[in-house]
């Protein structure tokens, strides 16, 4: 009888240390499946911050790009502006030679004359200083014939004096009135400056279209 | 005679058998605190693992937006594309340069012609 009961008690206490075991293998258990799911829980919230992260990122990366070729794009368009810029310069340089050259010919006394009669026509007629470079200051210049035709175009009697007063520019004229109150600047370089503009757009035109 | 010996012995195995009831009633008692006490421990660092997990997927992703930036700074075919546009503008230049040449007088003469009719 006394085997009996040590079976029996054995078995009690040997079972109950089982179930004890159990008991804390299946906390464990269960808080590691816990922790597994707040974990689970993170990457699934923080996806949301994860796809933005990485829109943005490859945003950056897009405008990144657009932005470097358009910088390459601009400087291939400057390389070549200046280029047209450089070519037409060339055009403007050697029409002022071509300038210097005429004011050296036959016909430059001529022309020279229809600009003094252009310009004091603009002035109205009446009392008018020519002034002229130091070069065509010794032209003979048929002041009469001048003074004459911008009469005749402005209806009032008009005088042409040569000024003692020379202008700096290599070819044209300046004529003003006698009180220097309206004058009319038309040496080439002055004449070249106001059309430059102009000049520029027609150039551009033949050479690159 | 038989009878009369029997009645202790049993009153003593009954006794030893509650006896040991009760200390497995302890050894499960104990098991279940220490069970309650891992679980709090685990509740403990739930908000832990979530944090970490977070900032563990996070730290990815902002590694992974630099590589992008990095690659789109350093991307060999942007290169690629950059050095066809100089060279395109290289060739239009050049283009530009031997018409200007063909059309220079020609350019010159109309320029001198609006200013010496």
Redesign the interface.
């Known amino acids: 009888m006394e085997s009996q009961v040590h079976r029996i008690v054995d078995k009690i206490i040997s079972d109950a240390k089982e179930k004890a075991k159990s008991i804390i293998e299946e906390a464990h258990k269960s808080s590691e499946v816990m922790l597994e799911q707040q974990r689970e829980l993170a990457r699934q919230k923080a996806s949301e911050e994860v796809s933005l992260i990485l829109k943005k990122a490859e945003e950056e990366a897009k405008v990144t790009t657009i932005t470097e070729v358009a910088e390459v794009n601009r400087k291939a368009s400057w390389m070549i502006l200046r280029e047209k810029e450089r070519l037409i310069n060339n055009v403007l340089d050697e029409v002022r030679t071509r300038l210097n050259a005429f004011s050296k010919s036959k016909k430059y006394v001529l022309f020279l004359q229809r600009l003094i009669v252009d310009s004091g026509t603009v002035l109205g007629g009446g009392m008018l200083e020519v002034l002229l470079n130091e070069k065509d200051f010794t032209l003979r210049l048929n002041f009469d014939e001048l003074e004459k035709t911008i009469t005749e175009r402005t209806g009032v009697k008009t005088q042409l004096r040569l000024s003692e007063e020379k202008i700096n520019a290599p070819e044209g004229t300046v004529i003003r009135r006698v009180d220097g109150r309206i004058l009319v600047d038309n040496t080439f370089e002055a004449i070249l400056k106001r059309r430059e503009k102009h000049l520029r757009l027609k150039i551009a035109k033949i050479l690159f279209e | 005679m038989l009878e009369y010996d029997l009645v202790p012995?049993l009153l003593e195995?009954v006794r030893?058998?509650v006896e040991?009831?009760k200390?497995?009633?302890k050894?499960?008692e104990?098991?279940?605190a220490?069970?309650?006490i891992?679980?709090q421990?685990?509740?403990k660092?739930?908000?832990e693992?979530?944090?970490?997990?977070?900032r563990q997927?996070?730290a990815?992703?902002?590694q992974?937006?630099?590589e992008?930036?990095k690659?789109?700074?350093e991307?060999r075919t942007?290169a690629s594309?950059?050095e066809t546009?100089?060279k395109?503008?290289?060739e239009?230049?050049k283009n530009?340069?031997n018409?200007?040449k063909e059309?220079?007088d020609?350019?010159?003469n109309?320029?001198?012609s609006?200013?010496?009719p």
């Open positions: 012995a195995a030893i058998i040991k009831e200390e497995a009633g050894i499960l104990e098991a279940k220490q069970a309650d891992i679980k421990e685990a509740q660092k739930a908000e693992a979530f944090n970490e997990a977070y997927v996070v990815k992703a902002r992974k937006a630099l992008l930036k690659k789109a700074k991307a942007r594309e950059a546009i100089l395109k503008a290289e239009h230049t530009i340069q018409r200007a059309k220079f020609e350019a010159v109309v320029a001198l609006e200013i010496i």
